[in-house]
């Protein structure tokens, strides 16, 4: 029944920004725990934004201060805004439902001059 789909992935200029954003089916993801991850190659997977049903949020310390987590009750889609992309932000990005095994299917982030 859960289905996240991502967007929103692309080509950006170090320094540049882009926002993703995840829209969700079979969740209301206002009152769901939701969260970003990212995988570069060669790399763990690694929490980059995490977004409380009470709206708290939390961030990895490498991207805390540049992206932003939020959420939008009226599309059901959870959103990732990304400011001043470094080349160490390339990588897929995925939504998912915290906690459990429901992912999208990723959106690649390029950040290059």
């Known amino acids: 029944q859960v289905q996240l789909v991502e967007s929103g992935g692309g080509l950006v200029q170090p320094g540049g920004s882009l926002r993703l954003a995840c829209a969700a089916s079979g969740i209301l993801v206002s009152i769901t725990h939701m969260a970003w991850y990212r995988q570069a190659p060669g790399k763990q997977r690694e929490l980059v934004a995490f977004i409380a049903g009470d709206g708290t949020t939390h961030y990895a310390d490498s991207v805390n201060g540049r992206f932003t987590i939020s959420r939008d009750k009226s599309k059901n889609t959870l959103s990732l805004q990304m400011n001043s992309l470094e080349p160490e932000d390339t990588a897929v990005y995925y939504c998912?439902?915290?906690?459990?095994?429901?992912w999208g299917q990723g959106t690649q982030v390029t950040v290059s001059s």
């Open positions: 998912n439902l915290y906690a459990t095994s429901h």
